[in-house]
Nanobody, 122 residues
């Protein structure tokens, strides 16, 4: 059984930083991709970042480039989303997700975490 558990959300002022973590289990026998999505109030869930277990490719949404960094540790089975210079428009519920097989943009997610809230006050 695959499980994804996010942590690290909270309230923060604009310009500050937060680190989200995803601890996962049940993956690793075959290639997979780990991604972070977010769902802002009244908007659809959207990809923020995706990285493949092979380490070949990492995708970052254009609006977070230079501010967010995704890291991935296959041995520790964790993914981290470091978010710097946060803006009010980054306010959303952030989800960790996994895809069986290689996926550059984490299309067709197979597994979801329950999400963690990030609130950025201006």
């Amino acid at each position: 059984e695959v499980q994804l558990v996010e942590s690290g959300g909270g309230w923060v002022q604009a310009g500050k930083s937060l680190t989200l973590s995803c601890a996962f289990s049940g993956l690793g026998r075959y290639d997979y991709a780990i991604g972070w999505f977010r769902e802002a109030p009244g908007k659809e869930r959207d990809i923020v970042s995706c990285t493949m277990s092979s380490g070949d490719t990492t995708y970052l949404k254009e609006s977070v480039k230079g501010r967010f960094t995704i890291s991935f540790d296959a041995a520790k089975k964790t993914s981290t989303l470091q978010m710097n210079s946060l803006k009010s428009e980054d306010t959303a519920k952030y989800y960790c997700a996994a895809v069986d097989g290689d996926s550059v943009y984490c299309v067709d997610v197979d597994y979801w975490g329950k999400g963690t809230l990030v609130n950025v006050s201006s």
